[in-house]
């Protein structure tokens, strides 16, 4: 199984600026995923960041919001941009097993947005 | 796409009887149904999963079972621990490295002394 690390585990924001969550697998990966999780509430994918392309938005998300980077096969990041107290929620960084998609999960970003 | 529904949203047991929390899902593709765990504080850890050519699998005091005709699939956890207390998701998807999961609305259980 991948080991996935999650930077900052949680931060409290003011309206109106940016955060860049980062991810990093222990190993090379093909796929990596990022996702919502608002309180109390299932998870809803976001995105698949796809490596030396744009990642792939789900409907509901868009690039100017959620810009991410994936650099590498073994690294990532999601920007929250422009935020409002409604982007407050959990959001987790995933990675596919290569072998089939099996998806092993980072301990998430709790973010705050005041 | 895929939609999946899960029940019950909350389930009480008491330590060392079982917990079955059930899914249906729509998509006739889907063929991997995995099962997460969710601590509090902490990201979803993979339990369990099946494939759709298993009809049951087993893993000590865990047990998930597809019924691919009627579209469901449950978790079932024997002799309940306290250590049990988490929420429950189970998701759904196609086979392979681009395959999206698709999760359902979570089970919050709870096991008492």
């Known amino acids: 199984s991948a080991v996935i690390s999650q930077k900052p585990s949680r931060d409290i924001c003011q309206r109106g600026t940016s955060l860049t969550i980062q991810c990093q697998v222990d190993s090379q990966v093909t796929m990596m995923f990022w996702y919502r999780q608002q309180p109390g509430q299932s998870l809803t994918l976001i995105a698949t960041?796809?490596?030396?392309?744009?990642?792939?938005?789900e409907s509901g998300f868009v690039i100017d919001k959620f810009p991410i980077s994936r650099p590498n096969l073994t690294f990532s990041t999601l920007t929250v941009s422009n935020m409002s107290p409604e982007d407050s929620s959990i959001y987790l960084c995933s990675a596919g097993d290569n072998r089939g998609n099996i998806q092993y999960f980072g301990a998430g970003t709790r973010l705050s947005v005041l | 796409g895929e939609n999946v529904e899960q029940h019950p949203s909350t389930l009480s047991v008491q330590e060392g009887d079982s917990a079955v929390i059930k899914c249906t899902y729509s998509d006739s593709a889907s063929n991997y149904f995995p099962w997460y765990k969710q601590e509090l504080g902490k990201g979803p850890q993979l339990i369990i999963d099946?494939?759709?050519?298993?009809g049951e699998k087993k893993d000590q005091r865990i047990a998930v079972t597809l019924n691919k005709t009627a579209k469901h699939f449950s978790l079932h956890i024997t002799e309940t621990q306290p250590e049990d207390s988490a929420v429950y998701f189970c998701?759904?998807?196609?086979?392979?490295?681009?395959?999206?999961?698709?999760f359902g609305t979570g089970t919050r259980l709870q096991v008492t002394l």
């Open positions: 099946i494939r759709s050519n298993v």
């Open positions: 960041a796809n490596q030396g392309s744009e990642a792939t938005y």
């Open positions: 998701a759904a998807s196609g086979f392979g490295t681009a395959s999206k999961l698709t």
